[in-house]
């Protein structure tokens, strides 16, 4: 079935009404966070478990995630910990041969993030372009030319990175498509976390709030290639 936008009272209804009129998964749904030690990411593994599902945290340092496990679990909120590390592709392979051999599906991956419009809906984006553009980036920032070429001017490599992500984004949402697997970014605004120095107009709890709803939109609701952007009310899509 095709999917329709969320009814514009989705994002603000209760909390409670949220869980009653909407909840359609279970315990057996299982949500994947990655860089879930702290911040956004450790805040949406706690409104997850809160809503009932069974969430993994993951986090690069064993240390740090665990530590992370047990305040969860001092709350009654216990969740499952693998330490995964994005970047390393042996510590992906390992985290995957794990999640295989210990879980039937995944439900729910958590990433996010911002963009350039017409890169994002060109039809004929691929990995590879991805790659290109990133390595021209790379490239210039080595040359010292990348101010004269244009790249942002402002945040320069965190836009790349986000541009990449959401680019990439659009590559899996495409290639999925018509199997049941959505693909969509999410961009809670200026947050208070240590990447921000505490600094933000709301806290991570509420950027994970909006973050939770916008993964638990019911499968026949839930679109792909979308990036959202914004907190309730204003949640909408750029794409
Ligand atoms: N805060 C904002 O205003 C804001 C706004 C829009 C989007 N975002 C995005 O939201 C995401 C989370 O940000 P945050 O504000 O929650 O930052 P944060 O509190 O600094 O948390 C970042 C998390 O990512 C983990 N991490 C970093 N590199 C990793 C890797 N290679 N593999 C696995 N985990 C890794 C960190 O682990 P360690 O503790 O080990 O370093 C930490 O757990 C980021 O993608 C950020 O760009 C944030």
Redesign the pocket.
């Known amino acids: 079935m095709k999917s329709q936008e969320p009814d514009p009272n989705y994002f603000s209804s209760s909390s409670s009404s949220f869980v009653s009129s909407t909840k359609w998964w279970s315990k057996e749904t299982i949500a994947i966070v ?9 805040a949406l593994v706690k409104r997850l478990a809160e809503l009932g599902l069974t969430v993994i945290l ?4 064993v240390e ?1 995630g665990q530590r992370a496990v047990e305040s969860l679990s001092e709350k009654g909120l216990p969740v499952n910990f693998f330490q ?5 592709p042996s510590s992906i392979e390992a985290f995957v041969s794990w999640f295989k051999s210990n879980f039937a599906a995944l439900d729910i991956l958590k990433v ?3 963009s350039i419009k017409s890169i994002l809906e060109d039809e004929e984006l691929s990995e590879e372009q991805i790659g290109r553009f990133v390595g021209l980036f790379l490239q210039s920032v080595k040359d010292g030319t990348w101010k004269s070429q244009g790249w942002p001017e402002i945040w320069t490599d ?1 836009a790349v990175s ?1 541009l990449a992500l959401n680019a990439y984004t659009m590559v899996l949402a495409k290639r999925y498509e018509g199997e049941g697997i959505s693909v969509n970014s999410y ?10 120095q505490g600094q ?1 107009s709301h806290t ?1 709890d509420e ?1 994970a709030g909006v973050g939770a709803r916008l993964l638990l939109l019911h499968p026949q609701q839930l679109p792909t290639a979308k990036f959202y952007i914004g907190l309730d009310p204003f949640v909408k899509s750029n794409l």
């Open positions: 990655t860089g879930a030690n702290k911040g956004i990411g450790f993951t986090a690069r340092d740090r995964l590390d994005v970047s390393d996010r993030n911002p965190y986000k961009c809670p605004g200026f947050t208070q976390t240590s990447m921000t933000g991570a950027a």
